[in-house]
């Protein structure tokens, strides 16, 4: 069974950054796609990065130039490191293996002074 385990949210000032991860069991991050999604309340959850199974990311218009999802295979792991955060990135972020039904449970990033 596929699990997704996301940590590295919590509480940073406008300006600052933090560095999530996604540690996946029952599936390899090298031979599967994954991306990054978040949902601010009252809003539908959108995507904000994806990663190929070659290695090659993409990022929503919103978040280029300051995130950048990156994987570590040894550790079956997948990252979103996040520079200059701004209080609309507020948001609960999560973690999923694309074309899958595969979401880890979330992590909450709030970005306020």
């Known amino acids: 069974q596929v699990q997704l385990v996301e940590s590295g949210g919590g509480l940073v000032q406008p300006g600052g950054s933090l560095r999530l991860s996604c540690v996946v069991s029952?599936?390899?991050?090298?031979?599967?796609?994954m991306g990054w999604y978040r949902q601010a309340p009252d809003n539908q959850r959108e995507l904000v990065a994806t990663?190929?199974?070659?290695?090659?990311?993409t990022y929503a218009d919103f978040v280029k130039g300051r995130f950048n999802i990156s994987r570590t295979v040894a550790e079956n792991t997948v990252y979103l490191t996040m520079n200059n955060l701004k209080p609309e990135d507020t948001a609960v972020y999560y973690c999923h293996k694309l074309e899958s039904n595969y979401w880890g449970q979330g992590t909450q990033v709030t970005v306020s002074s």
């Open positions: 029952g599936s390899r991050v090298s031979i599967s796609g």
């Open positions: 990663i190929a199974t070659n290695g090659m990311p």
